[in-house]
């Protein structure tokens, strides 16, 4: 058996958060110019922890993903979501991504994000639909910008009604498409701990 956290990352994940962030970019086999273009975007600091919400996703005691959420002023954005490339393809990242979800946005708010291409069909299957391009770099090189109404899956999700006084306990649905048990809205440090077989 082993757990899965989803941890409020602090100053001392950085390092090990900024090789993740490469070596997940890099999954998609963009050339390493176009990834040294990217530094920036794919690099998160100090401040990134103050001002947005951080979520560090632990395997046992291994970091294998983080993700980044941005309160904007009547929407909320996914900046980040890196899932390193030895873990992508196995249910991590649509687990991160609807832990820290369910942590910092709260009902009835729109959540976007202006995804890697590769990306948008995960996207999509998570419910967001596009809207929109923007161009990005290399010139040409369009993202799709998508968005999700979070009320619309938060309805169908059990936990809304059946409040847990435990609070942070959750327990991921057999479809993994939610939780079953209520977290802790809007709290800063949420931890989901799931026990999963050997198989995974
Ligand atoms: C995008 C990313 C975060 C998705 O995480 P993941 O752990 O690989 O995805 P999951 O295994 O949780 O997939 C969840 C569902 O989406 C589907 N899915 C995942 N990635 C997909 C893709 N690229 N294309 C189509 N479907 C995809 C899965 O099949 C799965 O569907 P299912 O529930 O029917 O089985 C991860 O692939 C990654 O880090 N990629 C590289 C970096 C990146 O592009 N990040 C996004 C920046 S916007």
């Given amino acids: 058996m082993f757990k899965i956290q989803v941890i409020k990352a602090g100053h001392r994940d950085l390092n090990t958060l900024n090789r993740i962030s490469v070596a997940s970019k890099k999954h998609w086999g963009y050339p390493d110019h176009w990834i040294a273009r990217w530094h920036d975007d794919l690099t998160i600091t100090e401040n990134n922890l103050l001002i947005h919400h951080v979520y560090k996703l632990r395997l046992d005691r291994i970091t294998i993903g983080f993700c980044e959420i941005r309160k904007e002023i009547d929407y909320y954005e996914i900046t980040h979501l890196w899932i390193s490339p030895e873990f ?113």
Avoid at 88 to 109: D, H, K, T
Avoid at 110 to 119: G, H, K, T
Avoid at 168 to 182: A, D, Q, R, W, Y
């Fill in 88 to 200: 992508i393809g196995q249910g991590y990242g649509q687990y991160l991504l609807n832990a820290a979800m369910q942590a910092v946005v709260p009902p009835g708010s729109y959540v976007v994000v202006e995804s890697d291409p590769n990306a948008e069909n995960f996207y999509r299957r998570l419910g967001f639909t596009t809207f929109d391009y923007v161009e990005s770099y290399p010139k040409g090189r369009f993202l799709p910008v998508m968005k999700k109404n979070i009320l619309g899956d938060l309805e169908k999700w059990p936990f809304l009604e059946n409040k847990n006084p435990q609070g942070s306990k959750v327990i991921l649905n057999p479809n993994k498409t939610g939780f079953e048990l209520p977290s802790n809205f809007g709290l800063p440090l949420l931890t989901c701990s799931e026990e999963r077989g050997p198989e995974g």
